[in-house]
């Protein structure tokens, strides 16, 4: 079956970085669109970033010069490195798997359990 597994989240102070992983197994990977959401305390789910299976990438506004989505075929594991990172992007970081980009921005597809981002003092 499908399985979609995020790795790499934790504390961390204002302004400093993290890089989340999903490791994808059960699919093509390499012909899958994927995708990061993120949902904080009492608020929907946000989609932050995008990247086709061609390699194409798109970015929330939120996030936009901050964060980088890409993939890595040989290892079926897509990433998000995140940059500057501010109080309000704490939030449980789910990944995303479709086999068009319409499937993520839609949130459908498969999803990962995700992993909490917490950025605090």
């Known amino acids: 079956q499908v399985q979609l597994v995020e790795s790499g989240g934790g504390l961390v102070q204002p302004g400093g970085s993290l890089k989340l992983s999903c490791a994808a197994s059960g699919i093509i990977f390499s012909i899958y669109a994927m995708g990061w959401y993120r949902q904080a305390p009492g608020k929907q789910r946000e989609l932050v970033a995008t990247?086709?299976?061609?390699?194409?990438?798109n970015y929330a506004d939120s996030v936009k010069g901050r964060f980088t989505i890409s993939r890595d075929n040989a290892k079926n594991t897509v990433y998000l490195q995140m940059n500057s990172l501010k109080a309000e992007d704490t939030a449980v970081y789910y990944c995303?798997?479709?086999?068009?980009?319409?499937?993520?921005?839609?949130?459908?597809?498969?999803w990962g359990q995700g992993t909490q981002v917490t950025v605090s003092s």
């Open positions: 990247i086709t299976s061609g390699g194409n990438t």
């Open positions: 995303n798997a479709g086999r068009t980009l319409v499937t993520i921005t839609g949130a459908r597809g498969y």
